[in-house]
């Protein structure tokens, strides 16, 4: 029962700091991981909500920002500090990040960086070399041991009292969207009845729905890049690049090229290579909502070739 209570208050509150002296197990925490089951069981609610083009272009727009802000902002900024931004954009990142449910942005970058130390090593969480396609793509991170995090690995981000919070309660960011989504459902089912929506059906389609494809999105880059795909730099684990992967994922798809130079906020080096996020991030430092935007420097593009692929390519202007 004490072991109950405590997976339940982290459904509101994560006191998820890593002891290294604890044993944590590798295996699924049920009562932990029920809260993502049934968001994956509210999708089902779509054959009684039905369907209206209000829903399904909202669930479209939070599905494209969404993964926009995973691949943007906890994976690019806070993770690699690929560029700078001040203390208020990056609280506005941080929420904007935590709307995808994957959790704080502490918890998302501390892992993350782990994988770039051990990637495709046993220490890699999420590695489908050493766990498994499945493993790395759904049941990492539902796992007790992979609930917690060593903060000292992102001590550059604890120090922000606001994102520490985020963290915390890293479930109040995602219930304001879905208590927002069937706000404004009503509103519009009560002024606009013509649009045909309600608000349990803004919540099915524009968060359950969206958030689900969100998740099996960004995951994508756990499970099918370390697998499949081609591989243009010789790194020290099996990422690989996908040009459909990185349409899917607005440019998280180049992973071979990431992994051989992770800490440029470009992932597409070549020309050729859509890298959607990157673009965005561009517009965004023309517009001073954030600077020294880190890019791949030409050296690295001839450096680490596989045998097949020895030759250099411009990059992109």
Not at 38 to 52: A, H, Q
Not at 59 to 80: D, E, K, P
Not at 200 to 205: A, D, K, N, R
């Amino acid at each position: 029962m004490k072991l109950n209570l405590s997976s339940l208050t982290k459904w509101f509150r994560n006191d998820n700091e890593f002891d290294s002296e604890a044993i944590y197990k590798d295996k699924i925490d049920w009562l932990r991981a029920l809260p993502f089951i049934i968001l994956n069981l509210s999708c089902l609610l779509v054959f009684w909500v039905g369907f209206s083009w209000v829903a399904f272009i909202t669930a479209f727009v939070l599905w494209f920002v969404r993964v926009f802000s995973i691949g943007a902002f906890y994976h690019r900024y806070f993770s690699h500090r690929a560029y700078k931004a001040n203390r208020f954009w990056q609280f506005i990142f941080a929420i904007m990040g935590a709307t995808a449910v994957q959790r704080g942005p502490l918890w998302w970058a501390t892992h993350h960086r782990h994988h770039h130390v051990f990637s495709d090593q046993p220490e890699d969480a999420h590695s489908p070399v050493q766990h498994g396609f499945l493993w790395s793509h759904v049941g990492w991170f539902l796992s007790e041991k992979n609930y917690y995090y060593n903060s000292e690995r992102v001590s550059d981000l604890a120090k922000f009292p606001e994102l520490v919070f985020i963290d915390q309660y890293d479930s109040l960011i995602p219930i304001l969207l879905a208590f927002s989504l069937f706000g404004l459902g009503v509103l519009l089912n009560h002024f606009a009845p013509l649009l045909g929506t309600t608000g349990l059906q803004m919540v099915v389609w524009g968060f359950c729905i969206s958030t689900i494809a969100v998740f099996n999105t960004t995951v994508t880059i756990n499970s099918f890049s370390h697998r499949f795909g081609t591989r243009r730099f010789e790194t020290k684990d099996n990422s690989h690049n996908s040009f459909l992967l990185a349409l899917l994922t607005l440019g998280e798809g180049w992973h071979n090229n990431h992994h051989h130079y992770p800490s440029a906020a470009r992932q597409g080096f070549m020309w050729w290579e859509v890298d959607i996020t990157y673009y965005v991030l561009k517009l965004m430092e023309k517009l001073h909502i954030i600077s020294d935007v880190r890019e791949v420097p030409k050296v690295i593009l001839s450096k680490n070739l596989v045998e097949d692929n020895q030759q250099t390519y411009p990059l992109q202007n």
